[in-house]
């Protein structure tokens, strides 16, 4: 997977995390979210944007 392709699944895994603690009023934090999925392999990122639903 590119970096690009890479980016863009994280930003989607973040923004459907980020709506999901919304809609239940619990607080989220973007950028820990982010570094913790930045070093994630390619394989750990796709199978947890499948558990997101993403």
Known sequence: MSVEQKGK???AIIAHLKFAAQSQ???FDE???FF???FKS???LQ???K???V
């Open 36 to 38: 913790s999925l930045a």
């Open 9 to 11: 699944l994280i930003w």
């Open 31 to 33: 950028g820990d979210t």
């Open 42 to 44: 390619d394989a750990e």
């Open 25 to 27: 009023k619990k607080a």
């Open 51 to 53: 558990l997101a639903g």
């Open 47 to 49: 199978h947890i944007a």
